[in-house]
């Protein structure tokens, strides 16, 4: 897998995940629902019109990028953990594909949003 097939496989599970959230709170009635935070979030999303969901989409997708973009300045090298010692390197195949996965990611972003 060469490093942007990895970046868009990445990105296309952040999407769906977020997707899945999303189509959950609509479909879940509060009745089926045990688990005392997705009640509460069920609750709150229930409140909101329409507009006000699809910030919440937005805010989410922020947060998803945000971590993601977290994870793979760290995988890049362009930010280490505190006493990290010694580089990352992520490989598939035999070929070391870290080094331009923030980079990819953004593009990625940039590409899909306009």
């Known amino acids: ?3 942007t097939e990895f ?8 999407i769906e995940y977020n997707a899945y959230y999303i189509q959950s709170l609509q479909n879940l009635k509060p009745e089926n629902i045990k688990d005392p935070d997705w009640k509460n ?3 709150l999303y229930d409140r909101l019109d329409a507009k006000q969901r699809l910030q919440l989409e937005l805010f989410m997708k922020i947060i998803s990028a945000n971590t993601i973009a977290g994870i793979f300045a760290k ?3 362009i930010s280490a953990f505190a006493n990290q ?3 990352f390197e992520l490989y598939s195949d035999g ?8 980079d ?3 593009e990625k972003i940039e590409t899909d949003n306009t």
């Open 1 to 3: 897998m060469t490093e």
């Open 7 to 14: 970046v868009n496989h990445i990105y296309a599970e952040m």
């Open 41 to 43: 979030i069920k609750n």
């Open 75 to 77: 995988l890049d090298n």
């Open 85 to 87: 010692s010694g580089w």
């Open 95 to 102: 070929k070391k594909i870290s080094d331009n996965l923030l």
């Open 104 to 106: 990819l990611f953004w």
